[in-house]
């Protein structure tokens, strides 16, 4: 979805080095999310944020932080890679309506490899 | 936790309607059922989404039953680009809607 971009698309870095993933969004949604895909597995929660002073850790947080700079842009830093940590990740927004219901829009996906 | 269970695969041929199957035995009165479409190397994509009976847009169905304890979601005469892995999510607005499990791989023969 061409509202959610992700950037840089594509990284390579060494073990230990700090890494900052970003993702911005034009859809005006409070809610941001961080996942990460591993081969063949499904989506797995890192952090999500339902404003921007709302942060919550997902299932598998350790090894990472966020930052929700403003409503359109939510960061994932590693702030020292490991190469377990080579995975796809996707940003995602939502829309919470009223009715209770919550649709979320995905970003293209940074692929991260970790040396 | 509102726990689904799909297959882990199913193949088809184009043209065929495919039903596939998502047990949620401990959904809750306040839960939506999301199916969301994935493609290789790219973010899942929203399908359809219901609370009860059936849903119908234009790419799919949706049918829950009475007790709400399942769902299918229907795909009408697929083709090849249907191949990709569904997901199956419950929840309402809360972290609970924000656990995708493996999903099901369509894949779809000519």
């Known amino acids: 979805d061409a509202d959610v971009t992700q950037t840089p698309r594509n990284r390579i870095t060494k073990t230990g080095k700090r890494i900052m993933l970003e993702c911005s969004q034009t859809?005006?949604?409070?809610?941001m999310y961080w996942y990460r895909q591993d081969p063949g597995l499904g989506l797995r929660l890192i952090y999500y944020s339902f404003d921007v002073k709302d942060i919550n850790k997902g299932e598998i947080s350790d090894g990472y932080s966020v930052s929700r700079q403003a409503q359109a842009k939510f960061s994932l830093s590693l702030e020292s890679a490991i190469p377990n940590q080579t995975a796809l990740y996707f940003c995602?927004?939502?829309?919470?309506?009223?009715?209770?219901?919550?649709?979320?829009?995905f970003g293209p996906g940074t692929r991260l490899t970790v040396l | 936790l509102a726990k689904t269970t799909q297959p882990i695969s199913m193949d088809s041929y184009e043209g065929q309607e495919v039903n596939i199957t998502c047990s949620h035995n401990n959904i809750a009165t306040n839960d939506y059922i999301t199916w969301y479409q994935q493609f290789p190397s790219q973010g899942p994509r929203f399908i359809i989404q219901?609370?009860?009976t059936k849903v119908t847009n234009e790419v799919a169905s949706l049918f829950i039953p009475a007790d709400r304890k399942s769902s299918t979601l229907s795909l009408p005469r697929v083709s090849l680009s249907d191949t990709a892995v569904y997901y199956c999510?419950?929840?309402?607005?809360?972290?609970?809607?924000?656990?995708f499990g493996s999903g099901t791989q369509l894949t779809v023969l000519p």
């Open positions: 859809k005006g949604h409070d809610r």
């Open positions: 999510l419950v929840g309402v607005g809360s972290a609970r809607q924000l656990t």
């Open positions: 219901g609370y009860k």
């Open positions: 995602a927004t939502s829309d919470f309506s009223e009715r209770g219901t919550d649709t979320q829009y």
